[in-house]
């Protein structure tokens, strides 16, 4: 009988043996298998790079025994700042006995699943989907800005221009901007763009129209169906996995730029300290600076 594994996200090839049949289930890889589908005990083994926030690494944990057979293995390991400190203590305290080692500034946790676990109901329920009444929005642990408005979206939606015809949302997360952009009845079509699915879901949630289209995708990848745009919005990132990236946010602002028509805009807010200018200018024809304050500027910049 063939075995099943998981793994979820890309622990370091040193640190854990994954095998290469292994099913990856990370929200964050697009076109992986969604974990919390996964039919109970249906898996032999389970890796998990852990997720860095609380709520989200508990969930993942939690989802990650409900998907293993009694006695199954399971490896999770996190660097030490991101929650490796915590590992061994929320996973005894979902009833698994745990060895633990560190190695390269890495927690490794190896336990097997035992005959019967607990806390693992409410843990699925706190990392779960919900709507939040605060936001007014279905939202999950993990996401972009989950549980509040993001102050560059906020000043974003303070100063969108006028807006008409095709466009995208880069980076959407739960939808926020894409509400304020459909406002208007001038917008067709709007592409919702997210690396990461759980986002993405949210989003198809708040907004129940049919001139929204949801995309699970990374967008440092070409992608041939987003051309001739009228218009991209965007608030760029500039982390990955944790940590400062510019080159992410530059990767986006070249993408928008190969995605518009002539004439086309982009309209993105940018963290203030980090020089999006020079990235812009080869690429558009006239780049307009339209606020910078509370360490965030937003810029129109015309194909």
């Keep these: 009988m063939t075995s099943v594994s998981g793994v979820y996200g890309s622990p370091p090839s040193d640190l854990a043996d994954v095998p290469r049949e292994a099913i990856q289930f990370s929200p964050l890889i697009p076109g992986a ?12 083994a389970m890796t998990l ?18 998907a293993l057979k009694p006695g199954a293995p399971i490896v999770a390991l996190a660097p030490n700042d991101r929650g490796g400190t915590r590992l061994r203590k929320e996973l005894e305290a979902l009833g698994l006995d745990v060895e633990e080692t560190s190695k390269r500034h890495h927690r490794i946790a190896v336990a097997r699943k035992p005959a019967k676990l607990t806390g693992i109901d409410d843990a699925v329920e706190a990392g779960g989907p919900r709507f939040d009444d605060e936001i007014g929005l279905w939202t999950q642990p993990g996401v972009f800005s989950w549980d509040r408005l993001d102050p560059g979206t906020g000043l974003l939606i303070e100063h969108l221009p006028d807006l008409s015809g095709r466009g995208a949302d880069f980076g959407c997360g739960i939808g926020i901007l894409a509400r ?3 406002a208007t009845g001038a917008v067709s079509e709007l592409t919702l763009i997210d690396i990461d699915r ?4 949210c989003a198809q949630h708040n907004l129940d129209t049919p001139r929204a289209r949801f995309l699970w995708t990374d967008l440092r990848d070409p992608h041939p169906q987003l051309a001739s745009l009228d218009f991209v919005v965007m608030n760029a990132p500039f982390h990955d996995a944790g940590q400062e990236d510019k ?14 028509r002539k004439g086309g ?20 024809k006239a780049v307009t600076p339209i606020i910078e304050t509370g360490g965030y500027k937003i810029y129109e910049a015309r194909k």
């Design 33 to 44: 298998a969604s974990l919390d589908r996964q039919p109970a005990q249906s898996l032999d």
């Design 180 to 182: 304020a952009v459909l």
């Design 247 to 260: 080159g992410l946010a530059q990767a986006f602002v070249k993408r928008a730029a190969e995605s518009l």
């Design 265 to 284: 805009i982009c309209v993105m807010v940018a963290n203030r300290h980090l020089p999006y200018e020079a990235v812009l200018k080869p690429l558009f």
């Design 198 to 201: 759980r986002a993405v879901e």
């Design 49 to 66: 790079l852990a997720p860095p926030g609380t709520i989200e690494r508990r969930y993942a944990l939690a989802l990650a025994l409900r």
